[in-house]
């Protein structure tokens, strides 16, 4: 099953792998991700009612979710309402050494459902 990232973030290579696939209007979606003044509680319903119809009307039943935490709680509300299971990547540290470069990147490991 497709997941729709509904995140800021293009999708990792492991995600992608997993079905992660990204929105008709990338650009429009970290717009309503993006809060550049203190939001007041009808703006982050209005955000979240918007991200909810974006997973809708592209018709995914599972969507990658993340983002400010304020928004997020309504979100997942939303996104239930409607069928549409909301999910966080979960990622784990890991130590790559290459040229004799150690350097920590983030693996994604899977999904948490909530």
């Given at each position: ?16 792998e ?10 429009f979606?970290?717009?309503l ?14 955000r ?31 996104l ?33 459902e909530?």
């Amino acid at each position: 099953m497709k997941i729709l990232n509904l995140t800021q973030h293009l999708a990792s290579q492991e995600q992608i792998e997993e079905g992660v696939v990204e929105p008709k209007n990338k650009d429009f979606v970290k717009e309503l991700l993006t809060f550049d003044e203190l939001p007041v509680k009808e703006e982050i319903q209005r955000r979240a009612t918007e991200l909810t119809k974006i997973a809708m009307n592209e018709g995914y039943k599972k969507v990658m979710i993340g983002g400010a935490p304020y928004l997020m709680g309504l979100l997942e509300l939303t996104l239930k309402s409607q069928g549409i299971q909301p999910l966080y990547a979960f990622s784990k540290r890991v130590s790559i050494e290459k040229d004799g470069v150690k350097t920590s990147v983030f693996k994604h490991i899977g999904f948490v459902e909530v």
